[in-house]
């Protein structure tokens, strides 16, 4: 039978990496660092003891409970996580990080339904976030061998059948061949050390614009620096000319952060070319409202970003960095990339994606 399959420091950065609500006190901070060590050290019922008492003086705190999911999940108990990553969504329903480990447990006792749904609500939340778009992928996949399985326990010489059920199983089998280090979906054993909430540190920003502060670094690595096309010595102008698009993509993504951070919808929407890639799918009129609904809510919102890395091809860039973003009710810090072009003399995000 084939078996869904994720690499687990993916899912370790999507379960581990997100700092969800406002900082944490030092104390609160320490006790969270102390209960994610004793997670990578398998010390689980340590763990739970911890983070019991940690939710003791704060019952209402995300990422506490959040942990208490993943140590409920590591200890085999999978109706309690279920219970608490539950509670997640209905408390923080904006986050799609409870609904892609329910999705986990509930594929791992193989009700490949329930996860549909769960990792369906994820991208509804978060249209970017690419590891619940591969888990998706992955349940279908397993709910269409199941199927093809049936078909030919009807008809066992449905010769399409058992050609689409060939297919799934070589597709889904190359996770498993060397050279790729994967797990079956769900473990979340974190093979990288886990890093919770620090003291902010502030990020200079080269424009006029309301401070841009930067929050701390999570769990998951920054993503690899995209190396720039190679310039030849013996070309200064092709290396100048590198070195201007560089600082011109800086500075549109340093507006672009700025005009998010002072609610300025049409700057911030102007960043995004005409012929963007909407995420899901929508058109971009739709896009666009639904951008200004989230940002024309009530409170203050803070965005910024550090480790940024640019790879210039001609008029198309790739830009990695490490976003950090806060508002009334939510903290996140993300791997983010961009895909910008050079459009009328300016650069614009052509597609956005997140967890890259």
Same mark, same amino acid.
């Given at each position: 039978?084939?078996?869904?399959? $994720? =690499?687990?420091?993916? $899912?370790?950065?999507?379960? $581990?990496?997100? =700092?969800?609500?406002?900082?944490?006190?030092? %104390?609160?901070?320490d006790a969270l660092q102390d209960i994610s060590k004793q997670i990578k050290q398998?010390?689980?019922?340590?763990?739970?003891?911890? *983070? !019991?008492?940690?939710? %003791? %003086?704060?019952?209402? !705190?995300?990422?506490?409970r959040f942990l208490k999911g993943i140590v409920l999940t590591e200890m085999n108990k999978?109706?309690?996580?279920? *219970? *608490?990553f =539950?509670? $997640? =969504?209905?408390d923080y329903p904006e986050l799609p990080e409870p609904y892609n480990n329910l999705a986990v447990i509930y594929a791992q006792q193989k009700q490949y339904d329930k996860a549909k749904q769960a990792l369906e609500m994820a991208i509804r939340t978060h249209p970017s976030y690419a590891t619940a778009h591969e888990n998706l992928g992955d349940i279908y996949a397993r709910l269409a061998s199941q199927a093809y399985d049936k078909a030919l326990q009807i008809d066992s010489s449905n010769s399409s059948a058992q050609n689409k059920l060939a297919l799934i199983r070589d597709l889904m089998g190359t996770a498993s061949r060397p050279g790729k280090t994967t797990k079956p979906i769900g473990d979340a054993r974190p093979t990288e050390p886990v890093k919770l909430a620090e003291a902010p540190k502030t990020v200079p920003a080269p424009v006029a614009a309301a401070p841009v502060t930067a929050a701390p670094a999570a769990a998951a690595p920054a993503p690899a620096a995209v190396p720039a096309k190679p310039v030849e010595a013996s070309k200064p102008a092709a290396t100048k000319a590198a070195g201007d698009a560089n600082a011109e993509i800086t500075n549109a993504i340093d507006l672009w952060a700025a005009a998010w951070s002072r609610k300025d919808v049409k700057a911030y929407l102007a960043a995004y070319a005409r012929d963007f890639k909407t995420p899901a799918g929508e058109s971009r009129s739709a896009w666009d409202a639904e951008r200004q609904k989230r940002i024309a809510k009530p409170g203050a919102i803070q965005v910024s970003y550090e480790?940024?890395?640019?790879?210039? !091809?001609? !008029?198309?860039?790739? *830009?990695?960095?490490?976003?950090?973003?806060?508002?009334?009710?939510?903290?996140t810090s993300s791997n983010k990339m961009l895909l910008m072009g050079k459009r009328d003399g300016k650069w614009q995000i052509l597609q956005e994606r997140v967890g890259s």
């Open positions: 039978m084939t078996q869904i399959r $994720l =690499t687990a420091a993916r $899912l370790l950065a999507s379960a $581990l990496s997100v =700092t969800l609500l406002a900082l944490a006190p030092a %104390a609160h901070a398998g010390q689980y019922p340590q763990a739970l003891e911890q *983070v !019991d008492k940690y939710l %003791a %003086a704060k019952p209402k !705190d995300a990422q506490g999978p109706n309690e996580a279920i *219970v *608490v =539950t509670k $997640l =969504t209905e480790n940024l890395r640019i790879s210039v !091809d001609g !008029d198309s860039a790739t *830009v990695k960095f490490r976003q950090h973003y806060k508002s009334a009710s939510l903290k």
